[in-house]
């Protein structure tokens, strides 16, 4: 029988009829550290092709292996690696693109510990020299290139105010110059959005957003071609042991296999949410990239597939006072600071960045006491309109 080829939806969920050991719908959890061999001759096969054989779990564990398996074949990646987060996939991604002295163009608004990455670790400890663009065109990246650029680092949407870099464009400029090129893909999912056959070399994700999606799972993944993952296999992955446990991988096998409609779930009502708060006459603006009016609309179309639900926008008050009633009066929407659960949360950047800077600082930055940051999650879509309408109606 010729094996059938399944979209996403299907083998999301499962891989066809029996395809876990003795018929179990869904695989076990291997909670071991090693695998035993028969023979000498045996463990002298193995040792082959140390790089994919089952050997000792800090390299490969089948339940850690199945889902990377199912991550890679939604990306188009050639292969792909689970990290136990977001920022141990983002640091193995960065680490195996560069050396000492190398020069990194990175976009201004990245998460920020993968900024203080660059800016407070690899830049004083290992020299390596940084410029920050806004990302918004080709040519910004063209005139930042250096002879000793190494790498470009895109973060698109980005978390902190959604902006978008040209995925294609950044991609082919750097193979011309032989420039590696690295994107944080986390806010579209891989749903959403298909970075390396725009032609980006690594694609990383926080899995503990949308991936994950319930909330209770920390950890990361760098998808890319089998060549780039197999060094990092020796390297970034093996020497650093950040290795995932077959527990959380199997957290994240369950929840792929609701990504899709989860992700479906999440524009909808993200939606609903960005037109309400876009014509409320306490809202300044709102940036999500599936609006009409957000200035990359048109780029956003051409490179993703749909939006997921998180967003930020304005209110129009300075009154720290009257802010704070709205954050605090939300009824449904929790307060934290991650995204891409279940759950709806809100976020006030300005808390994180007062504790930081001073005002002056702060005012320099362009963030206002207003701006509010929310992951729109899987609830009734009115209930959410209903608990920010009652939450405005206090500013
Ligand atoms: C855009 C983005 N990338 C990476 C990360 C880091 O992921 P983790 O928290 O799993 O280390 C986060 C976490 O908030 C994030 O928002």
């Known amino acids: 029988m010729k094996k059938m080829n399944f979209k996403p939806e299907t083998y999301l969920v499962h891989d066809g009829k029996k395809s876990h050991s003795k018929g179990a719908v869904v695989p076990p959890i291997y909670q071991n550290s090693l695998f035993t061999k028969e023979s ?69 608004n990245i998460y920020g510990p993968a900024n203080n990455l660059l800016q407070n670790y690899l830049k004083p400890k290992f020299g390596i020299e940084i410029t ?22 895109l973060e698109s949407p980005s978390s902190v105010v959604m902006s978008l870099q040209d995925i294609k464009g950044v991609s082919q400029l750097a193979k011309s110059k032989g420039i590696k090129t690295i994107i944080d893909n986390t806010w579209a999912s891989p749903i959403f959005q298909k970075p390396i056959a725009m032609g980006i070399d690594l694609e990383v994700h926080s899995c503990s957003k949308y991936i994950g999606g319930h909330s209770d799972v920390i950890a990361g993944v760098v998808i890319g071609k089998k060549k780039d993952l197999d060094l ?8 650093l042991g950040a290795k995932t446990a077959p527990f959380e ?87 934290g600071v991650s995204w891409g659960g279940h759950e709806s949360l809100i976020y006030a950047p300005a808390i994180s960045y007062l504790k ?22 899987l609830e009734d879509p009115q209930d959410l309109v209903n608990d920010l309408q009652q939450a405005l109606n206090l500013v």
């Not at 889902?67 to 292969?79: D, H, N, R, T, Y």
């Open 40 to 108: 000498w001759d045996e463990v002298d096969k193995t040792f082959d092709d140390r790089i994919n054989n089952l050997i000792y779990s800090r390299g490969h564990n089948p339940s850690v292996r199945v889902v990377e398996e199912k991550i890679a074949k939604l990306s188009g990646g050639e292969k792909a690696h689970l990290f136990p987060s977001g920022m141990a996939a983002i640091s193995a991604a960065i680490l195996s693109c560069i050396k000492t002295g190398d020069h990194i163009v990175a976009i201004k």
């Open 356 to 377: 930081e800077l001073s005002e002056d600082q702060f005012k320099g930055m362009g963030i206002s006491l207003g701006d509010m940051r929310i992951s729109v999650g």
């Open 132 to 153: 920050y663009i806004s990302g918004n065109n080709v040519e910004e990246f063209e005139k930042s290139i250096r002879k000793n650029t190494a790498l470009f680092y």
């Open 232 to 239: 990092i296999f020796v390297r970034e992955f093996e020497l």
């Open 249 to 335: 991988a199997w957290l994240i096998l369950r929840s792929l296999r609701t990504l899709s409609i989860r992700m479906e779930r999440h524009q909808k009502n993200a939606m609903v949410v960005a037109e309400f708060l876009e014509s409320h006459p306490k809202i300044e603006k709102v940036n999500y990239p599936g609006l009409k009016s957000f200035p990359q609309y048109e780029l956003g179309k051409e490179q993703m597939t749909g939006y997921s639900g998180l967003m930020s926008f304005q209110l129009r008050t300075d009154d720290l006072e009257k802010i704070k009633a709205f954050f605090n009066g939300l009824q449904l929407f929790q307060i």
